[in-house]
C-alpha cells in the first residue's frame, strides 16, 4: 500500500456512474492514491485545468455526457504529454476504435467492464511506474510495428 501523504500519486478520475465511482474512488484511497473525482468529460476537464501540473493519471470512462473520455484524454495531453491514461468501458477495446474511427495512445491501458478492483489497482500500478512512450505513434496510425 502507497502511503496516503501529498505526495502520493494523484489520479482524475472520470466516470458518469456514481456507484461505480465512488467505489473505485474509495479503493484507490484505501490504497493510498489521491482521487479528484468528476462525473463526465466536462466536470473532468475543468478539475484538470484546477489542478493542473499534480495529476499524472487519469482513469475515465470512453462513453460519458458532454466529452467522451477519447476527446478528454486527448485534450489534456495536448498540456500534458506525460500523463497516464486508463480507459475503462463496457465496449471492447477494438469497437471503440474502430466506431471513434481513432486510434488509442501507444501507452494508453484498457480495463474493460465489469473488472475487478485487483485488477484496477494492478494496471494502476503498472501504469505509474511504466515510462511515458508518447513519442510512438498512435496504434493503427499505419505504423506496421505497432
Not at 75 to 81: A, M
Request: with cysteine; aromatic share 4%; glycine share 6%.
Amino acid at each position: 500500500m502507497i502511503p496516503n501523504t501529498s505526495d502520493a500519486p494523484r489520479i482524475l478520475l472520470a466516470e458518469d456512474e456514481e456507484p461505480l465511482r465512488r467505489m473505485v474512488a474509495r479503493v484507490l484511497r484505501t490504497n493510498g492514491y489521491q482521487v479528484v473525482e468528476a462525473a463526465d468529460g466536462a466536470g473532468a476537464l475543468s478539475s484538470w485545468m484546477q489542478h493542473s501540473g499534480s495529476i499524472e493519471m487519469l482513469i475515465t470512462d470512453v462513453i460519458m455526457p458532454n466529452i467522451g473520455g477519447l476527446e478528454l484524454a486527448r485534450t489534456i495531453r495536448l498540456s500534458d504529454p506525460d500523463i497516464r491514461v486508463i480507459y475503462m468501458s463496457g465496449y471492447s477495446e477494438a469497437s471503440i476504435t474502430r466506431t471513434a474511427q481513432v486510434p488509442l495512445e501507444p501507452d494508453a491501458a484498457w480495463i474493460s467492464k465489469p473488472f475487478s478492483l485487483r485488477d484496477l489497482l494492478d494496471e494502476v500500478r503498472s501504469s505509474l511506474e511504466a515510462a511515458p512512450v508518447m513519442a510512438r505513434p498512435m496504434r493503427g496510425a499505419g505504423c506496421p510495428a505497432c
